[in-house]
Nanobody, 113 residues
Framework: QVQLVESGGGLVQPGGSLRLSCVASGTIFSTRTMAWFRQAPGKERELVAT???????NYADSVKDRFTISRDNTKRTVYLQMNSLNPEDTAVYYC???????WGQGTQVTVSS
């Protein structure tokens, strides 16, 4: 199984930035597609961004041009740089490794003035 630990969330004002991190352990990291999801109160969990083993990226339309997903295979870590945050980005953010039905505890992001 894979273990995922997210961090980096917090309270930020509209227009601000945060960088989330997710460290994976328990299996090979470098060959797996990684993803960030988020779940806002009262809403279903949604896919935010993905990055393949060779670095190809995809984003949800709602975060395109504001968020950047990246990875460091030497650190077994996937990142989500979030810029120009707005209140609609408020959610618990989770990472996920393709092929495994495991979720971490998530990290809370709150965008509010």
């Amino acid at each position: 199984q894979v273990q995922l630990v997210e961090s980096g969330g917090g309270l930020v004002q509209p227009g601000g930035s945060l960088r989330l991190s997710c460290v994976a352990s328990g299996t090979i990291f470098s060959t797996r597609t990684m993803a960030w999801f988020r779940q806002a109160p009262g809403k279903e969990r949604e896919l935010v961004a993905t990055i393949t083993a060779i670095g190809s990226r995809n984003y949800a339309d709602s975060v395109k041009d504001r968020f950047t997903i990246s990875r460091d295979n030497t650190k077994r870590t996937v990142y989500l740089q979030m810029n120009s945050l707005n209140p609609e980005d408020t959610a618990v953010y989770y990472c996920r490794m393709n092929g495994f039905d495991s979720w971490g505890q998530g990290t809370q992001v709150t965008v509010s003035s």
